[in-house]
């Protein structure tokens, strides 16, 4: 038997000889969603600052001798509304794949070495 077909006399002869998945392929597909989300979030977010949703306003206070002697700056909502939803779902996701890979992979590394040790598997506590 060569590494990562499927050891089991009982498996159905149609699924015998398939690879199974590396372990730290899921992590990895993860990963790569996130990065693909982050290059899609990138692209929106120039998009809605290319409309120039905001601009700045600067109040200046004059003493009586025409001296400045504070400065403001102000936001100014230039009224084209919210930025989509989708950037905000984008976001999101990003945070939820990276954060999900890595404790995905603290799981499974937990769950062998309790298993090697002869314990029950449990979740980390992160």
């Not at 950037?87 to 990276?98: D, H, K």
Request: hydrophobic share 35%; net charge neutral.
């Amino acid at each position: 038997m060569t590494g990562g077909e499927w050891a089991c006399s009982n498996v159905p002869k149609d699924l015998r000889g398939l690879e199974m998945a590396h372990p730290l392929d899921g992590i990895d597909a993860k990963l790569l969603r996130a990065s693909a989300h982050i290059g899609e979030l990138d692209r929106q977010v120039r998009a809605f600052c290319d409309r120039r949703p905001y601009a700045v306003r600067v109040d200046k206070q004059a003493d009586s001798q025409g001296r400045v002697v504070s400065v403001s700056f102000v936001a100014v909502d230039n009224r084209i509304g919210d930025p989509d939803l989708s950037i905000r779902l984008l976001a999101g996701e990003v945070v939820y794949q990276v954060c999900v890979g890595p404790i995905d992979l603290a799981t499974r590394s937990n769950r062998r070495s309790q298993e090697e040790e002869g314990r029950p598997a449990t979740v980390p506590n992160l």
